[in-house]
């Protein structure tokens, strides 16, 4: 029930929307020599997995290839983790974990695939009508998402009460005039925008402001600008089981995660530099306890300094 052929035309359908009111706004724009600021927002990709035709069956014919971790047993995983792909193929509805069978993760994935073509078009429109403008070349744009989903990573879908890979990595792709083209694996946080969008602009950031300007990394892909990365979650639901609201933190570097949640005695602690898949949960391994320990002291002090308070100068 999350996957179906919307009804709405393809011209009306909410991506549409958003690229047309954008090219007319960039058309208003370009009529003076004033600096802008665009915040461009596109609901999909996103479930329910419902794009418009021509774009939901764009990939009917098409088989696309299960995740490596598809079938992960989930031997040391959380409890809702366990309970969720014990389910397998229920045909549920809602925002929760929910896990797909072959044929219902081939349905949803050849409707995202669909959606992501639409977006895909609907950005190139875009990019073309700057470049029309003459506004390219003195123009950042920073293309992001506010969140992954699973989809079918680890026999799961959608995104809430996991901090596996597929929910916390995130397109985050930068074009600015004068850069480089280039890939960097140095770590980066969403909060990283608005330091990096106010550097770029010649403006100083404000007192207690979140985050790191990314501009070094921009200049020199080797550049490092954080050692870690830190996630929190909060729902106002109880997904564990534990009686409280699900309050979830993790602290993520090159090559460790830890994910803590509240009321339970279990966690998650991936050795990445051994296990990139997230198949090994060591978290109560004594081989790595050192590493454990390590990292919560880590995520304690990250958590103590994380808000500073703002304050007059």
Known sequence: RQVYCSNMPAELYPTSFVTERTLSTLDQFSQNDAPFFLNISYPDPHHPFCPPEPYYGMYADEKIPLPNTFYDPHENSLVHHQRTVAE??????????????EAQYQAAAKAEYGSITMLDEGIGRILMRLDELGLAEKTTIIFCSDHGDMFGDHGLMLKFGCHYDGTVRVPFLFKTPHLQAGATNSLASLIDIAPTVLE???????????????????????????????????LPFDMLGVGQATSIRTLITQDTRLTVYAGATHGELFDL??????????????????????????????MTVHHPIDRKV
């Open 200 to 234: 770029l602009a010649g403006c100083q950031p404000y007192v207690g402001i979140q985050g790191k300007s990314l501009k070094p990394i921009l200049e020199d892909k080797n550049a490092v600008t954080r050692d870690t990365v830190f996630i929190e979650e909060d």
């Open 88 to 101: 397998r193929g229920k045909d549920t509805i809602g925002p929760f974990l929910t896990s797909p069978s």
């Open 273 to 302: 530099e051994t296990d990139n898949s997230e198949i090994d949960n060591v978290y109560g391994s004594a081989e790595h306890s050192q590493l454990k320990s390590d990292m919560m002291t880590d995520l304690v002090h990250t």
